[in-house]
């Protein structure tokens, strides 16, 4: 008797038949380097002693793909990573065999790095236990955990950005699931240049979720998924309008306007009142106890004061919050803070005895006010923390790379 695995395996290999044999093949982001095309399986040998190398057992379905169907070609972003070369071959001895700490659920908080990988230097195992099987241009990647609580699951993040996407596990349970939806979907038309971030559902539980799930960040996910489809049911547009509108959770309300605003044309829909409309998400993020920074800064509504009271808050996650809010989005806040009142601020958040807080202080430095360079060079006199030491590391080398340029720069 088939297994249900190799049943789903004769499917995909049958589908990537009839998407090249189409009297035009489709061509979704990065077909053109493969044509639906895959290599030639590895061999069963080469995958064991892969294997035995790293002491880790790879998932069964991505082991079965690999050695049954193809070893590397046709997959999302450019095409499916060989496996060798997706095993970085710098990283330290048994760093797959290490498990990975990322779980299904939310996309992590910006600070994922901090919180969840080995400080950088001679021991750090960036993303260990996972394998990168996608890369999908500049940093973007999709990693396969092969070791830890979620073994068997894939996860998107832009490793090499600082405050770019974090890890979202997405919902495919596991390899096969995850590519046979992307063949479904690139040849369907949908947009899979970072595949994956959508959820794997029709449109009519797309709307369920979207109106009642518990989590606010799958609702708004949802309300993502239901426009990249190629068309929406009037119905789903109206869930929309009811979720922007009356959505318990501010951000979600204001993720739900940015994205009604910006497919509008796509989908041939009126947006009017889209102003009064933010206006009403701005008093209902303000009203919200803490208020919702996010969705202010979604809104670009968040103002100097507003980062001010939270970081002055006595509850940790909320300066967290505030902090985290005050790097990502200061360069889209609508009122600007005087220079002294920022270098305050700043100062406040370096004195802080957390970490996290402390790194947005130095992302706050590198990015918005060179001029408090000096207060990161006292703290680095007394700083333990190997994460904050090392920001402060990548802010002052930064810095005096670029003076060495422009002093090399200017005339004789």
């Not at 064991?48 to 070893?71: I, K, N, Q």
């Not at 971030?197 to 009642?212: H, I, K, N, W």
């Not at 239901?226 to 009356?246: F, K, N, Y």
Request: one cysteine or more.
């Amino acid at each position: 008797m088939v297994d249900a695995d190799h049943v789903r395996l004769g499917r995909i290999a049958e589908k990537l038949a009839e998407a090249r044999a189409k009297p035009v093949v489709p061509t979704p982001f990065g077909a053109e380097a493969h044509g639906f095309v895959v290599g030639p399986p590895l061999s069963k040998a080469v995958v064991a002693e892969f294997e035995e190398r790293h002491e880790v057992s790879l998932p069964p379905a991505y082991r079965l793909f690999v050695t049954e169907l193809g070893g590397e070609g046709a997959g999302p972003g450019y095409g499916l990573c060989r496996l060798k070369p997706s095993c970085c071959a710098y990283r330290r001895s048994g760093h797959l065999a290490q498990p990975s700490p990322y779980l299904p659920g939310p996309r992590y908080p910006v600070d994922w790095e901090q919180r969840h990988e080995n400080p950088p230097g001679p021991g750090q195992n960036f993303l260990r236990g996972t394998l990168e099987v996608a890369a999908h241009g500049c940093s973007l990647t999709t990693q396969l955990i092969v070791t830890g609580p979620a073994r068997g699951r894939l996860f998107n993040l832009d490793g090499g950005s600082l405050g770019g996407a974090a890890p979202y596990v997405v919902e495919d349970i596991d390899f096969l699931a995850w590519y046979e939806r992307w063949v479904d979907e690139a040849v369907a038309g949908y947009d899979v240049s970072w595949f994956g971030e959508r959820l794997p559902l029709p449109e009519s539980e797309l709307v369920t979720v979207l109106l009642s799930d518990a989590s606010p960040d799958r609702r708004s996910r949802a309300g993502v998924s239901l426009l990249d489809l190629p068309a929406i049911r009037d119905s789903s547009w109206t869930a929309l309008v009811g979720a922007m509108t009356a959505d318990a959770d501010a951000d979600v309300r204001a993720s739900m306007w940015l994205l009604l605003d910006g497919a509008r044309n796509k989908h041939g829909r009126r947006f009017d009142d889209a102003g009064e409309i933010a206006d009403d998400i701005e008093r209902y993020a303000r009203s919200c106890t803490p208020p919702d920074l996010r969705a202010l800064g979604a809104l670009k509504r968040l103002t100097f004061a507003d980062m001010l009271a939270e970081l002055a808050s006595p509850d940790l996650e909320r300066r967290r919050r505030a902090a985290t809010a005050a790097h990502e989005f200061w360069r889209f806040a609508e009122v600007s803070a005087p220079r002294g009142l920022l270098g305050d601020a700043i100062a406040g958040l370096l004195r802080d005895p957390d970490p996290l807080v402390r790194s947005c202080g130095v992302a706050m430095v590198r990015w918005f006010d060179p001029a408090s360079v000096p207060l990161l060079r006292q703290l680095q006199t007394t700083e333990i923390d190997p994460w904050v030491r090392f920001r402060i590391w990548e802010c002052l080398d930064e810095r005096s790379t670029a003076a060495a340029w422009d002093d090399a720069a200017e005339p004789a």
